[in-house]
């Protein structure tokens, strides 16, 4: 069955640092992959989307890659702050007609000062 | 522009009862998708709408049913309540192009439903 997992449940870092988010996939065919950012008592809100055919998109102090030979896109936030902290969520959509958007379980973030 | 409005944003209700979620979508959005969320399952889809018609549905059982108005407004409805449907509701919208492109999601603050 298609599977999304998010490595891990938490990541904790200090401010300053990258911090590197990764999410991996089996049994599917993505056409997309999206990140998204949750805060507590709020819904997800989209950062960035990258395409099938593309390596890497950056914006801004995010970076995200995708290798669909390893099945793996890993999410960077460079010189981490603590307003980075939340949860960080990636999606997949396949690339058949009708196909919704699944979600991986996230990673939360913690940046300290 | 106004975003995604879901009412009511919390509730109770207690086992056996039915409950009906709203959702607003952005204006110009066609598609809305309602998504469950715990904390022990994630972000688990449970359907989709655009225009009017149910155009995705994930695994939930039939007590999880759903409709969308031609204004785009979109309800969930769940019946006889079960203490695990407990759980932050989230609903998304989006132009909803179909799958020539990407289907990038603006999610509302979700309701929060309280089964007793």
């Known amino acids: 069955s298609q599977k999304i997992e998010q490595n891990s449940e938490a990541l904790n870092i200090q401010e300053g640092k990258t911090a590197t988010l990764t999410c991996n996939y089996t049994?599917?065919?993505?056409?997309?992959l999206q990140w998204y950012r949750q805060d507590p008592g709020r819904g997800p809100v989209f950062l960035l989307l990258?395409?099938?055919?593309?390596k890497e998109k950056r914006k801004e102090r995010l970076k995200v890659t995708f290798d669909t030979t390893l099945k793996q896109s890993l999410f960077h936030i460079t010189a981490s702050q603590p307003a980075d902290s939340a949860t960080y969520l990636c999606a997949l959509e396949g690339n058949q007609a009708g196909t919704a958007l699944i979600f991986g379980k996230g990673t939360t973030l913690s940046v300290s000062s | 522009k106004a975003g995604v409005t879901q009412t009511p944003r919390y509730l109770i209700k207690t086992r056996g009862q039915q409950v009906t979620l709203s959702c607003s979508p952005i204006?110009?959005?066609?598609?809305v998708s309602w998504y469950q969320q715990t904390p022990g399952q994630g972000l688990q889809f449970l359907f989709e709408?655009?225009?009017?018609?149910?155009?995705n549905k994930g695994n939930f059982p039939g007590r999880f049913s759903g409709r969308q108005f031609s204004n785009s407004r979109s309800e969930m409805n769940v019946s006889t309540l079960e203490l695990g449907d407990s759980a932050l509701y989230l609903c998304?919208?989006?132009?909803?192009?179909?799958?020539?492109?990407?289907?990038?999601?603006?999610f509302g603050a979700g309701s929060r439903l309280t089964v007793l």
């Open positions: 709408y655009f225009s009017e018609t149910q155009r």
């Open positions: 990258i395409r099938e055919n593309e």
């Open positions: 998304a919208s989006s132009l909803g192009q179909g799958r020539s492109g990407a289907n990038v999601l603006t």
């Open positions: 049994n599917y065919s993505p056409a997309y």
């Open positions: 204006s110009g959005h066609r598609s």
